[in-house]
């Protein structure tokens, strides 16, 4: 189950069932959106994206739905793997005085357990 | 392997040291990034590069000093930091600021202890 709270939320699943992780953002303006998974130890990786002007998007076992009416964006993991266990961050891209800054959210953890 | 690589993986320096981080990218990349991160917690964008100029300071304190001396390098002096400045520092790249909004690339960073 997810625990959100004052640290960092944790979401536990596991191995071979799906993982849904969620996230708010506060720009309605922004045009883009990344995943982000970052390992123990590692730099943030991206996963993948999605623009403002599309709902839904679907990569290898990852797929990002967006809805802009109440600024939500989700990454569903499809049988859910303990190599998926890391922090992953959402980023909303918006344009500020002529360039594309990025904003990350607060981050969920992932734990699957074998 | 990252396409960012950052150079010193780990640091402990002390208040009064001064000291500079490093990161490299060959991309081609025209916009190079620090951030600076605390367990648990996101990055937090602190400078951006354009072209090798500054083009974004997030009201750093002066205690870190960013240098870009080539489309490729990106550093971060510093001197006389304090113990809450321990955190990991990012160094990220894409390709330009301008031309449409895209991803970054990250270095697996330098994990920076004040004593």
């Known amino acids: 189950g997810e625990s959100v709270g004052l640290h960092l939320p944790t979401l536990s699943v596991q191995e071979g069932d799906n993982s849904i992780i969620n996230c708010a953002y506060s720009n309605s303006a922004s045009d883009y959106f990344i995943w982000y998974k970052q390992e123990s130890g590692k730099g943030p990786q991206f996963i993948i994206d999605i623009r403002s002007n599309m709902d839904k998007r679907q990569g290898q076992r990852v797929t990002v739905l967006l809805n802009k009416t109440v600024k939500h964006l989700s990454l569903q993991i499809a049988a859910t793997q303990p190599g998926d266990s890391a922090v992953y961050f959402c980023a909303e891209i918006s344009l500020s005085g002529g360039s594309y800054i990025p904003t990350f959210g607060r981050g969920t953890s992932l734990i699957v357990h074998p | 392997d990252t396409e960012v690589t950052q150079t010193p993986k780990h640091l402990v320096m002390g208040m009064t040291n001064k000291k500079s981080l490093k990161c490299e990218q060959h991309m081609g990349h025209r916009a190079m990034y620090w951030y600076k991160q605390k367990a648990k917690k996101p990055p937090e964008l602190m400078f951006v590069?354009?072209?090798?100029?500054?083009?974004i300071n997030e009201s750093v304190p002066s205690r870190f000093s960013p240098e870009c001396p080539n489309s490729s390098l990106l550093n971060l002096h510093l001197h006389a930091l304090q113990p809450e400045d321990s955190a990991l520092y990012l160094c990220?790249?894409?390709?330009?600021?301008?031309?449409?909004?895209?991803?970054?690339?990250f270095g697996d960073g330098t994990r920076l202890s004040i004593l």
């Open positions: 590069y354009s072209y090798e100029k500054l083009s």
């Open positions: 990220a790249s894409s390709r330009d600021l301008t031309g449409g909004p895209q991803p970054q690339h």
